[in-house]
């Protein structure tokens, strides 16, 4: 059950939000801020009081354009303590994603929100933080770890409603990471496993896995697309667009063309 800080300067806005949270069922408490100074406040006191405190929070849904701080900056202002809350950004502006997935943002949800779109962001939250909770070496129902490879390393296992299933890694299109944890997405949804993604990157180059930033982890046979852009690259996977960092482009650009050139090459034998 989440203990959830929503911060909207809009009081419309806010109430709507304040409402779509409170009818979900995973959702313990939703509270209300119209201001970073007041959302900060808040989280203070909650930090203050532990995590088990009755005042603590979980996540923290939060606007970017705001009078005074931005949501951004807030954000920057939590990621200095040891165990800040989960943040979700919720906003009417595309253009701050690649920010906010750079702040560990768990996830980004544009206005107006959609129910269902705002309960895949509690889904994952939920089981970021009930992921936290857990302690290591924990043992889940079954007796299966956690997170354990499959056969030979083509399966990967995870849990889910307290099965361990195993994925096997040619279905999955990219990795997210999510502090000690990573997220693999897959046609079918997305999976959260216990795993560094700095791991991962190790055990998955041999399989066409590469880095395009620090936070993502791309399958490259599942690039459809990749677009230069006012001097951002970005990927597209599936549905998703991905930002790839400056250190990155130039390797993956090179990835990307290297067999064509040799398919040319073929054809003009």
Do not use: C
């Not at 109430?15 to 989280?43: K, Q, S």
């Not at 909650?46 to 849904?61: I, K, M, N, Q, R």
């Amino acid at each position: 059950m989440l203990r959830v800080l929503a911060v909207d300067d809009e009081r419309p806005a806010l109430e709507e939000l304040l409402y779509l949270l409170r009818a979900d069922p995973r959702v313990r408490t939703a509270e209300g801020a119209t201001d970073a100074t007041e959302a900060l406040r808040r989280i203070g006191r909650a930090l203050e009081a532990g995590p088990d405190g009755d005042e603590s929070v979980d996540v923290v849904f939060l606007d970017i354009h705001m009078a005074g701080l931005t949501g951004l900056d807030v954000a920057r202002l939590l990621a200095g303590f040891a165990r800040p809350p989960q943040i979700v950004f919720v906003t009417a502006h595309e253009g701050f994603a690649v920010q906010a997935f750079d702040l560990k943002a768990v996830d980004y949800v544009l206005k107006p929100v959609r129910r269902e779109r705002l309960a895949e962001a509690v889904r994952r939250v939920g089981e970021l933080v009930a992921a936290q909770r857990e302690p290591a070496g924990a043992v889940r129902r079954g007796g299966a770890p956690a997170v354990v490879p499959g056969p030979g390393g083509d399966q990967i296992a995870v849990e889910l409603g307290g099965v361990t299933r195993f994925v096997p890694v040619d279905d999955i299109s990219y990795v997210e990471a999510q502090g000690d944890y990573a997220r693999l997405h897959t046609a079918d949804g997305s999976h959260l496993v216990r795993i560094p993604l700095s791991t991962l990157e190790e055990r998955w180059a041999s399989r066409g896995f590469v880095r395009i930033h620090r936070s993502h982890l791309v399958a490259l046979a599942r690039i459809d697309e990749l677009r230069l852009d006012a001097g951002a690259t970005t990927v597209r996977v599936g549905s998703a667009e991905l930002a790839v960092s400056r250190r990155h482009a130039r390797q993956l650009r090179d990835l990307l063309m290297l067999p064509r050139a040799r398919t040319s090459q073929g054809r003009g034998a």
